[in-house]
């Protein structure tokens, strides 16, 4: 079956990015709050997923959602075989322009979690899948999807967005309304997760959290931190499949 027919996409939200496509390596535009994020986020992936020496070189990863490859790009510059994959063409026309240009080595492909779950099950060390469950009509079947993808005794990376009134209030009224640091409709607080349903879902899918740990981000200084006890806004959740 084909699961991107079957239907855990919303296609506005794909629209909505596919708009953008041309945006995503403008460290000015409406993707540099991902820009800015992202040194932190990678720290946090290869503290906990690169064992030891903290390092995924190596390591077969997947990257959920990919859109432009802004984390797919670190993950290779890592030294990761990184895959990145997408629903939006034209953001994977883009991540795949800027690889080349930048002489980055990356797969991309445009294929659900779901579907590449049906044909390569059990093929990454380490799957990613960042900013991207706010986006789908039922996270839950994309988590499991990706408790798929993931060979036993990998790891997993999330990160969301907390259901709370601050949350509201940082990331609708003062990123999209006031400051307009993001367009506005890119969020939609009724699909904001809190980190009690994220860990459900992942138990429900068969992985066992780890750790979770909160990412401070500060507009005005367009810095952001790692910060294990404000789970109020932006977190990552780190999880294992069990060997
Ligand atoms: N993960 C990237 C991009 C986050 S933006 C990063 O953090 O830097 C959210 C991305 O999710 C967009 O690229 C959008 O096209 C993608 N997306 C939304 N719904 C999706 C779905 N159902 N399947 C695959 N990708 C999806």
Redesign the pocket.
């Known amino acids: 079956m084909n699961h991107?027919e079957a239907g855990?996409?919303?296609h506005d939200?794909?629209s909505?990015?596919?708009a953008l496509a041309a945006r995503w390596w403008d460290l000015g535009g409406e993707?540099a709050a991902?820009h800015h994020?992202?040194p932190p986020?990678m720290r946090y992936i290869q503290q906990r997923a690169g064992g030891p020496t903290a390092s995924i070189k190596g390591k077969r990863v997947l990257?959920?959602?990919?859109?432009?490859?802004?984390?797919?790009e670190a993950l290779a510059l890592a030294g990761a075989d990184a895959t990145g994959?997408?629903?939006?063409d034209a953001?994977i026309i883009v991540a795949r322009q800027h690889a080349a240009d930048s002489g980055i080595t990356a797969r991309y492909e445009v294929i659900?979690?779901e579907d590449l779950a049906d044909d390569a099950p059990e093929s990454f060390d380490l799957v990613?899948?960042?900013?991207?469950l706010e986006?789908?009509?039922d996270p839950a079947q994309?988590i499991e999807a990706i408790a798929r993808l993931v060979k036993p005794g990998g790891d997993v990376v999330f990160?969301t967005i907390n259901r709370n009134p601050k949350s509201y209030a940082l990331m609708i009224v003062a990123a999209e309304m006031v400051a307009k640091i993001v367009p506005r409709g890119t969020h939609d607080y009724a699909k904001f997760i809190r980190p009690s349903e994220l860990d459900r879902w992942a138990r429900d899918a068969g992985l066992v959290p780890q750790d979770v740990t909160g990412l401070r981000y500060n507009p005005l200084l367009k810095s952001a931190s790692l910060n294990a006890s404000d789970l109020d806004v932006n977190y990552l959740m780190h999880c294992r499949k069990p060997a």
């Open positions: 991107t855990n996409v919303d939200e794909i909505r990015f596919e993707m991902l994020i992202n986020r990257d959920v959602g990919c859109g432009g490859g802004i984390l797919t994959i997408d629903l939006a953001s659900g979690a990613c899948c960042l900013e991207m986006h789908v009509p994309t990160s």
